[in-house]
């Protein structure tokens, strides 16, 4: 069964960037639409981003419109999202699956936002 596994996370401060990688092992990521989750601290998780199997179509959460990009390569089974001016609230622990959320979660990348 295909695995998920999410890197990329840190500290950084407000304003700064990172760079968040999925990759999928065990099997193709998908042919459909995939993207980021969030789960802020006690709060539930929330889907931020997506992208269709040719990177044609697009979506972004209105907090996170203009500031992040999401894409993938299918050719390395990988997917990733690009984060610029970060804000505080942007902390949470990042999560990758497909939309609806079909496959295990994996472990999630931690990233932390200090004004």
């Known amino acids: 069964q295909v695995q998920l596994v999410e890197s990329g996370g840190g500290l950084v401060q407000a304003g700064g960037s990172l760079r968040l990688s999925c990759v999928a092992s065990?099997?193709?990521?998908?042919?459909?639409?995939v993207g980021w989750y969030r789960q802020a601290p006690g709060k539930g998780r929330r889907y931020v981003a997506g992208i269709s199997w040719r990177g044609g179509s697009t979506y972004y959460e209105d907090s996170v419109k203009g500031r992040f990009t999401i894409s993938r390569d299918n050719a390395k089974n990988t997917m990733y999202l690009q984060m610029n001016r970060l804000r505080p609230e942007d902390t949470a622990i990042y999560y990758c699956n497909l939309r609806p959320a079909t496959l295990p979660w994996g472990q999630g990348t931690q990233v932390a936002v200090s004004s």
């Open positions: 065990g099997g193709t990521l998908s042919r459909g639409e």
